[in-house]
């Protein structure tokens, strides 16, 4: 479905300006960030499993922020046990050597941590998954019953196709018209892949961006900040179709 390498466009990008409104806590010793909606009810939630730059990037919480305030729960874990990738990488860095580390033996277990947390303790009824880059071939993984309900995924990494044919239920997925991860023909590839699938499904193909443009892309300039803007929005609908009750 997308390439298995991460590439540069992974770890480049803008910051974004503003104020995060949630808060760092405690998963067991998994750090992480909990924005609550304006009622404080935590039946419906979103699990946001995030780039590499990870969670304590501040667009990240800034869209934890915002699906909070649409009246969803959102729990964003470190995935990377505190082993995240700098925003726009320092010179000599290996993207992939340091993947090596932070593969699904690695990840699993903290988001299965997680998930159990939040259905067991935290309240939470309808758990819908948000995957950004890295984190979309999990949402992809965990797209099954007791697990996740619906998903999300914007410009998808190392998603395999036997993955992608995995899912058991519905799946929304935002892409860049210029993607070297995801590609016009991994697109297309996964376009078939779910019309052979009896789930719901959707793919939005945004112009005038590339890879990263749902969490990384330059807001002053207005197609790119209009295409991040209405991947929100997608993601949104969709939930409140599919997860909210």
Not at 64 to 73: N, P, T, V
Not at 218 to 228: G, H, N, V
Request: aromatic letters at 10%; glycine letters at 8%.
């Amino acid at each position: 479905m997308t390439s298995n390498l991460l590439s540069h466009c992974c770890t480049m990008g803008s910051l974004h300006e503003g104020e995060a409104k949630g808060e760092i806590k405690t998963i067991s010793d998994i750090s992480t960030y909990f924005a609550y909606p304006p009622t404080k009810f935590t039946e419906n939630a979103i699990l946001i499993l995030t780039d590499v730059i990870g969670h304590e990037f501040i667009n990240a919480q800034l869209i934890a922020d915002q699906f909070a305030a649409k009246g969803y729960f959102v729990v964003m874990p470190d995935l990377f046990n505190g082993d995240s990738v700098p925003l726009n990488r320092p010179e000599g860095f290996s993207i992939m050597d340091w993947l090596k580390n932070h593969m699904p033996m690695q990840t699993e277990p903290i988001i299965n941590v997680v998930l159990n947390e939040m259905r067991e303790n935290l309240g939470c009824k309808r758990i819908g998954g948000v995957g950004y880059c890295f984190g979309g071939k999990y949402v992809c993984r965990y797209l099954k019953p007791g697990k996740l309900d619906a998903g999300f995924i914007a410009h998808p990494t190392m998603v395999e196709p036997d993955e992608l044919k995995g899912i058991e239920g519905p799946l929304s997925i935002a892409a860049a018209v210029r993607d070297f991860v995801f590609t016009t023909a991994k697109r297309h590839e996964s376009e078939e892949i779910l019309d052979g699938l009896h789930v719901p499904y959707q793919i939005n193909v945004f112009s005038d961006v590339e890879h990263g443009f749902a969490v990384r892309c330059d807001l002053s300039k207005p197609r790119q900040k209009f295409a991040k803007e209405q991947a929100f929005d997608q993601a949104v609908a969709w939930f409140d179709q599919y997860l909210k009750e």
